[in-house]
């Protein structure tokens, strides 16, 4: 049986995030006392790439993912038709 993988409210992200952005504390402070630095780092990378979009949960950000895929599949399988033209 594998992990059961812990998810945080979109307002906890954006409380931790705040914590290192605006008020200064560091990775190691705000994860000695909620949760794992590593964790905390990502979510701040996402945020100042995208946004609160970088911060969503997954499952939200899974949905352009999936539009991409098809795009792309629907490319290969044109190309493999015109080769086999």
């Given amino acids: 049986?594998?992990?059961?993988?812990?998810?945080?409210?979109?307002?906890?992200?954006k409380k931790v995030v705040d914590?290192?952005?605006n008020d200064g504390?560091?990775?190691?402070t705000i994860a000695?006392?909620?949760?794992?630095k590593i964790q905390i780092r990502?979510?701040?990378n996402h945020f100042i790439a995208e946004g609160i979009k970088g911060i969503e949960k997954?499952?939200?950000r899974q949905k352009d993912l999936?539009?991409?895929?098809?795009?792309?599949?629907l490319k290969i399988q044109k190309s493999k038709l015109n080769a086999l033209k």
Avoid: P
């Avoid at 049986?1 to 992200?13: A, E, S």
């Avoid at 999936?66 to 599949?73: R, W």
């Fill in 1 to 13: 049986m594998g992990k059961t993988r812990k998810t945080y409210d979109i307002n906890f992200k």
């Fill in 19 to 21: 914590l290192h952005l």
């Fill in 25 to 28: 504390m560091g990775y190691n």
């Fill in 32 to 36: 000695s006392e909620i949760i794992d």
């Fill in 42 to 44: 990502r979510w701040v």
């Fill in 58 to 60: 997954k499952e939200v």
């Fill in 66 to 73: 999936v539009k991409v895929d098809q795009e792309l599949v």
